[in-house]
Nanobody, 118 residues
């Protein structure tokens, strides 16, 4: 079955960097798109960045110029390079993938905590 495994979260000081990784595994025919969402306490989950299999990207306005999403299609892996981190970036970051398998659906990772201290 399709699973998403995330890594790279942690605690960092403001202005620092983190690199998140998410690998999809299972019987997969195709991954149409992968992305990152985040949810802070008391807030709704929001899109951070997404990338299609063709390399088209989309970013939230709040992270443009600071975050970069990339994808290794051969490895079914998506990355999020986060630079110039701010305290307001603190949240649980979730990986998402639209996967064509037995059933085409969106799958979610378990989430990884990112905490940015001032």
């Amino acid at each position: 079955q399709v699973q998403l495994v995330e890594s790279g979260g942690g605690l960092v000081q403001a202005g620092g960097s983190l690199r998140l990784s998410c690998a999809a595994s299972g019987i997969i025919f195709r991954i149409n798109a992968m992305g990152w969402y985040r949810q802070a306490p008391g807030k709704q989950r929001e899109l951070v960045a997404a990338i299609t299999s063709g390399g088209n990207t989309n970013y939230a306005d709040s992270v443009k110029g600071r975050f970069t999403i990339s994808r290794d299609n051969a490895k079914n892996t998506v990355y999020l390079q986060m630079n110039s981190l701010k305290p307001e970036d603190t949240a649980v970051y979730y990986c998402n993938a639209n996967v064509v398998a037995a059933l085409t659906a969106n799958y979610w990772g378990q989430g990884t905590q990112v905490t940015v201290s001032s």
